[in-house]
């Protein structure tokens, strides 16, 4: 789990990037997160987007995160990543298979979750978490993100995650 810091920041992260960060010797204690591409599917309630690499900025965001979460999902295999607005911080299974499948997988070994929310953490949150790896995301795949600066947040077409 990281916290977001108060503010936005210029340096481009990866979730793969962050959980590094996170398992060095000196974890950072929160991460300023950038704003991403301004050309952007802006994502309400239960709303949900693939996001593919392409040579053109674009990104998918999910905002009024205020009760709930943005969801970044990315298949490092296939090149493929999804975001989606979950209304009150709890997936239901059937939205995990829709991504899954949007994004090309199983396998589950290759994919990267990022859980962003404006919050600290609670029930809701960790029960998606626990789920997500009892549905076969390797735990150290998975990311928490808590208190958002703003209300909005996503993934970029290069898997940066943001603003």
Known sequence: MVTA?????????????????????????????????????????????????????????????????????????????????????????????AAMQIIGAPPHADVYIALAHCGATAPGYQQTIADFAKWGIPAAHILEITGLYGSTFGLNNRFQIGY
């Open 5 to 97: 810091a108060q503010g936005r920041g210029s340096e481009s992260y990866t979730i793969l990037n962050i959980l590094h960060l996170l398992s060095g010797s000196q974890p950072p204690a929160a991460i300023a997160f950038p704003p991403l591409a301004s050309r952007a599917t802006t994502l309400d309630r239960g709303q949900g987007a693939a996001i593919a690499r392409a040579p053109l900025a674009h990104a998918a965001r999910a905002v009024h995160l205020t009760n709930g979460a943005s969801i970044c999902y990315v298949n490092a295999a296939t090149g493929l990543g999804y975001v989606a607005h979950s209304d009150i911080g709890t997936l239901p299974v059937d939205r995990f298979l």
